[in-house]
């Protein structure tokens, strides 16, 4: 449904083009959900707008394919793009109440998304869109209907973006960071949302995160990424179980876990020869505590 061949994207600099994203490769089929993982830097994002046709005007493809059921949507007149763009693929977006429109009610803004699709009528649109917030979970739709961004929490804006990437029935849904900055029961909720649209839409997603734990938990497919360049594509039980690029074994060993003493996390460096390699440091001295007293009750 959405395969991308050897896309690269550079930033345009005083200096000259500089390299973000270099020769990625990877496909998503119908229904699944395919992670795109790596630390902040590594290129997620931008390999993401790119296959969006949404860079930013300092950026340009050097390189590649980014093709939707066979068509190349980097060769698209911007009014084609446009059509596509959330009939057969939808973005919901890192930052929720930055991404949605600060002036327009979230009731309009999911109208407009369906309206501009599907021209059923603004009162059928209405209908539409609040069912939409049902499904999404919304506590109180009618309220959130009429809210504005700043009127609802984190979680709300979130499940809104879920609202209207969804409006439309896409084939392929990107999700980029969806549970940043939520706290660990919307998180669920958010990731169960997902599983459940994914299996009932049938739409593939592509997961981005730097978090494992959240691919571990719903990925089915995974491509590591690091500073621009893939370092690794498995499915997610063997990425898991016998990772097989040094960057990806250090990145699973970089995670916290109960079971660990209170030790440092490692770190992720490159050797002299330009090899990533996962380095534990020593363990610090245990803190002192100020304002104790010895041998008095």
Do not use: W
């Amino acid at each position: 449904m959405l395969e991308v061949r050897s896309l690269s994207i550079a930033f345009k600099t005083s200096q000259g083009l500089k390299s973000a994203v270099r020769n990625i490769d990877f496909t998503i089929r119908p229904g699944e959900i395919l992670g795109l993982v790596g630390e902040s830097g590594s290129g997620k994002t931008i390999t993401s707008l790119g296959a969006m046709g949404l860079l930013p005007p300092n950026a340009v493809v050097t390189g590649g394919e980014v093709l939707v059921d066979g068509i190349d949507i980097l060769k698209l007149p911007s009014a084609e793009l446009r059509k596509l763009r959330g009939s057969h693929i939808a973005m919901i977006f890192q930052d929720p109440i930055a991404s949605l429109d600060p002036i327009f009610t979230c009731g309009d803004q999911i109208i407009e998304a369906i309206l501009l699709h599907d021209p059923i009528g603004r009162a059928n649109a209405r209908r539409k869109a609040r069912d939409l917030l049902e499904k999404v979970l919304i506590p109180d739709p009618d309220r959130a209907m009429g809210a504005y961004p700043h009127e609802l929490s984190g979680g709300q804006c979130q499940r809104i973006m879920i609202a209207m990437a969804v409006a439309c029935r896409p084939r392929i849904i990107i999700a980029d960071e969806p549970t940043t900055a939520l706290d660990v029961t919307v998180q669920k909720q958010v990731l169960d949302l997902l599983r459940e649209l994914n299996g009932e839409v049938g739409a593939a997603i592509l997961l981005i995160t730097h978090d494992l734990g959240v691919i571990y938990e719903v990925a089915d497919r995974v491509v590591v990424m690091y500073a621009g360049d893939k370092m690794e594509e498995a499915t997610t039980a063997d990425l898991f179980s016998a990772p097989q690029s040094d960057y990806s074994r250090a990145l699973i060993d970089s995670m916290p876990s109960l079971g660990r003493d209170a030790e440092r996390l490692p770190v992720i460096e490159r050797d002299s020869s330009g090899k990533v390699r996962s380095v534990r440091p020593e363990p610090r001295p245990p803190p002192r505590i100020l304002g104790t007293h010895s041998g008095r009750g």
